[in-house]
Nanobody
Framework: QVQLVESGGGSVQAGGSLRLSCVVS????????LAWFRQAPGKERQGIAA????????YYADSVKGRFTISQDNAKNTLYLQMNSLKFEDSAMYYC???????????????????WGQGTQVTVSS
């Protein structure tokens, strides 16, 4: 059973930075998509970044491209999301997600992922 535990959320002023971490354990397959999603109150869960563990290819939503960076540290079994130039509209609950690459459809659709962390809150003040 894959387990994910996020940390690193908090409150920051607009223009600031935060780094989220997600410790991933219980891998069964060799290749996964690891992703970050966010969900603001009253809105759908939105895929913002993903990484394919097979070759390290990264994917970003247009809303975060150039500001956020997804990365992984295989030695620590940890997924990161470096968030720079934060905006008020980045405020949300952030979740990491994982599922095996085989059969993966669209990386930014929440329905594609079976395994989720508990979430960590990010609040950006303007």
């Amino acid at each position: 059973q894959v387990q994910l535990v996020e940390s690193g959320g908090g409150s920051v002023q607009a223009g600031g930075s935060l780094r989220l971490s997600c410790v991933v354990s219980g891998y069964t397959y060799s290749m996964y998509y690891l992703a970050w999603f966010r969900q603001a109150p009253g809105k759908e869960r939105q895929g913002i970044a993903a990484i394919y563990t097979g070759d390290g290819t990264t994917y970003y939503a247009d809303s975060v491209k150039g500001r956020f960076t997804i990365s992984q540290d295989n030695a620590k079994n940890t997924l990161y999301l470096q968030m720079n130039s934060l905006k008020f509209e980045d405020s949300a609950m952030y979740y990491c997600a994982a599922d095996r690459a085989y059969g993966m459809g669209t990386w930014y659709r929440a329905e594609e992922y079976r395994y989720w962390g508990q979430g960590t809150q990010v609040t950006v003040s303007s």
